[in-house]
């Protein structure tokens, strides 16, 4: 089996919605990743939106409090579905771990 492994750090942009799916706990959210400004393009670089779903039983552990603003980094493979109602393909991070981080790290990285 071949996947891509993501690790990457970043700001919640969504407020974090807890749903079941059968008897699966899910949290999807997005998270704001900073992009560095290129040379050739002045100005600030608009950040990248991943979504990230969180399945409790990937994790070894629960998952922390999550909420908008806060520095999280997410490790977790790419995996893209088609969804059933619009026939759009996404692409989200679905995660092995996940971790509140010191704002302060968000603010070296970017």
Known sequence: MTYVHVELVGRIATT???????????????VAIDRPVQADHPGR??????????????????????G?????????RLE???SA??????THVVTDHIELMPPEVHRRAA
């Open 16 to 30: 974090p919605v807890r749903a079941t799916v059968g008897a699966r706990q899910v949290t999807n959210l997005r």
């Open 80 to 82: 893209t579905r088609i």
């Open 45 to 66: 670089t608009p950040p990248l939106f991943l979504s990230v779903c969180i399945w409790d039983h990937d994790l070894d552990h629960q998952p922390p409090s999550l």
């Open 68 to 76: 908008k603003g806060q520095t999280v980094k997410v490790t977790g």
């Open 85 to 90: 109602h619009t026939g759009l393909t996404y």
